[in-house]
């Protein structure tokens, strides 16, 4: 060949040069910060995959079994061009029939098993990563229910359903297809490489020389696509924490009239989310091209060359060029360059797949703050009998919402908690069920330290009613049961009756089988309480705890609810926290509250008689009670 016979070449050339200087100086100057950009990680490539492959581990079999289905569909990638050839060049010149025949029968044979071993494949791995999906999703929820009420208030609810969601569906990702097929396109690369070495090493080197640029374009394409995945990643768990609050608050976005406020931030946050989907489609926009264009480049310099050599009979590298090399060596340079096209993308998604786990697993290692010593007791019976020792408590630091409270309630008493908002009531509540661990000081149950017997014994034994009941999504039977079996409809209505929650039930056209909505948005507050009245004398327990439940409550069901109160103390041990003290003038003690510390202690008539600050709380509420009375007779 002449100088000037090479212009075509050295034309291609000059152009992928091109590009790649372009692409290469805005690699570097674009700078990442790495905190930013997800580049920097606390967790290994390594570590994440050792764990991942730990849900994997028991569907071994079927991933190898997968592997080799796999091998039939390669050997089609590989067989089929030299199949193509071969018939190229035995059409060409005098051929059989029958011999035509032949290879077509070869052909479809080799293309119908691949056929088949790849839809094997695919339902394979689609049943395989579901299981592994359902596995990884159930560990995420049991581990967040182990989380304690701390830790679950630091973590946004829309960051969790995130990780639950969309974070395990990256992972099942990763199983079932890009793991397999990133597999696969490397078997395919290296089988096409040696099955063109073989069949012409010449136009082999020459499809060679393409390789480091495609590779050149895949360091920068992943530098990109994974700025481009971050964004998108971040963006979408902002709308999921977005949205999880403010659903969950829209009556109060209602009630302010801030619907247009949080459209606007809605908006915002849409935007992003929208502007980091199309950075990471002109991504791709713009890598697919440059390594089709690559592709073509090949073809073009396969025809050139093959078709010169060819056309004057000459030999390449002392090899000779037929019409059938050219033609497999056209389609082996398509299976080449369509794996590494999918390596480079599949890479960045197993990038991503990586970080959707290391996600998964920062949730995962948090560790629960509340949880059972080694030496920890099973609590079959419970007296009722409860002390607190010197109790110091702080959610946070030590800004301390109890400083060193000490009281005792024998069993069967009922104990109400009162005082200021902030005084430690509710806290007291949520510490005897170890919701929360304290800090200094020791609280018993029937003498044993709380902390010596295992959180589901010490719970077992006691039922909370709180101010805001939460009602699930189903019926009122479920949702006075709690899956709990064995227990029939008498049983149930005979504890709607002792609560009088019997009266709202046999108003409702469905009775136990009423449909309840999402939080139990359909009933009214003091149903809803009495509801949970209900549930609580269902479960049995020894120890009652009600935080503010007659709060927000209507007059009518309010009579109602005093009644089921009433019938409660004689249950067993009952601990309250009302802030309407007509409803706790029954109790054997009633504990006064203020900035963490007991100040005054004692039945109602013995508080009344000390005129102290409790006194002053009653009669600040009697005189409410007396105006509005008056107001209303006039």
């Not at 390789?211 to 530098?223: E, H, M, N, Q, T």
């Amino acid at each position: 060949m002449s100088f000037y016979e090479y212009y075509p070449l050295i034309a291609a050339g000059a152009v992928i040069g091109t590009l790649s200087i372009i692409f290469i100086v805005a690699f570097l100057s674009v700078k990442d910060k790495k905190s930013e950009m997800g580049f920097e990680r606390n967790m290994k490539d390594s570590e994440i995959c050792r764990r991942l492959l730990v849900y994997a581990k028991p569907h071994i079999k079927s991933f190898l079994f997968v592997l080799f289905l796999m091998m039939f569909s390669i050997a089609y990638d590989i067989i089929s061009p030299l199949l193509i050839g071969n018939i190229e060049e035995m059409v060409k010149h005098d051929f059989e029939m029958s011999e035509l025949v032949s290879y077509v029968i070869i052909y479809a044979g080799i293309l119908v098993v691949s056929l088949v071993c790849t839809y094997f494949e695919a339902m394979i791995l689609q049943r395989t990563g579901q299981k592994i999906l359902t596995t990884l999703r159930e560990d995420i929820f049991t581990h967040i229910e182990s989380l304690s009420h701390a830790q679950l208030n630091e973590i946004p609810v829309g960051k969790l359903v995130t990780r639950v969601t969309n974070d395990t569906n990256a992972i099942s990702m990763m199983f079932t297809d890009i793991l397999v097929n990133l597999i696969k396109n490397i078997f395919v690369v290296l089988g096409v490489l040696v099955a063109m070495m073989l069949l012409n090493y010449g136009l082999t080197l020459m499809v060679l020389c393409f390789v480091p640029f495609i590779a050149l374009f895949s360091v920068i394409f992943r530098k990109f696509s994974r700025r481009a995945y971050r964004k998108v990643k971040d963006g979408t768990t902002d709308i999921n924490t977005f949205l999880s609050e403010n659903l969950s608050g829209m009556k109060i976005i209602q009630i302010f009239n801030r619907e247009d406020r949080k459209k606007e931030e809605f908006e915002k946050k849409n935007k992003y989310l929208g502007r980091a989907k199309g950075t990471e489609m002109v991504v791709f926009a713009i890598f697919r091209p440059i390594v089709y264009m690559l592709y073509i480049t090949s073809i073009m310099c396969l025809f050139y060359l093959g078709g010169r050599g060819y056309i004057k009979d000459t030999t390449m590298f002392g090899q000779t060029l037929t019409s059938g090399t050219i033609v497999s060596f056209y389609m082996y340079i398509s299976k080449f360059f369509n794996p590494i096209q999918s390596l480079a993308e599949q890479f960045n998604r197993l990038q991503s797949a990586f970080a959707s786990g290391e996600k998964i697993f920062t949730i995962m290692d948090i560790e629960p703050s509340v949880v059972d010593e080694p030496d920890a007791i099973e609590l079959d019976e419970v007296k009722g009998d409860i002390e607190f020792r010197d109790v110091w408590f702080a959610y946070v630091g030590e800004e301390w919402v109890l400083k060193g409270v000490s009281f005792k309630v024998k069993a069967g008493q009922t104990v109400a908690f009162v005082g200021s908002t902030g005084s430690g009531k509710t806290t007291i509540l949520s510490l005897i069920c170890r919701n929360y661990d304290i800090q200094k000081g020791q609280i018993l149950i029937d003498g044993i330290d709380i902390k010596h017997i295992k959180i589901a014994s010490l719970r077992r034994h006691f039922g909370q009613m709180l101010q805001d009941v939460f009602l699930f999504s189903g019926t009122i039977r479920s949702n006075i049961l709690l899956r709990m079996d064995g227990v029939s409809d008498e049983e149930v209505m005979k504890a709607c009756r002792y609560v009088n929650a019997d009266k709202i039930i046999e108003k409702l056209p469905k009775g136990l089988d009423e449909e309840v909505r999402e939080r139990g948005n359909n009933f009214s507050a003091g149903q809803r309480q009495l509801i949970s009245f209900a549930r609580t004398i269902i479960h049995k327990p020894e120890i009652m705890i009600l935080d503010e439940a007659t709060s927000n409550i209507d007059t009518e069901t309010e009579v109602l609810i005093q009644d089921s109160l009433e019938k409660m103390m004689n249950i067993g041990t009952l601990l309250m926290v009302a802030h309407r003290l007509s409803t706790i003038q029954h109790a054997d003690n009633i504990i006064m509250l203020s900035h963490g510390k007991i100040v005054e202690e004692g039945s109602h008539a013995e508080l009344l008689e000390k005129k102290g600050r409790y006194y002053g709380l009653y009669m600040l509420q009697y005189d409410r009670h007396r105006l509005k009375a008056e107001q209303k007779k006039a």
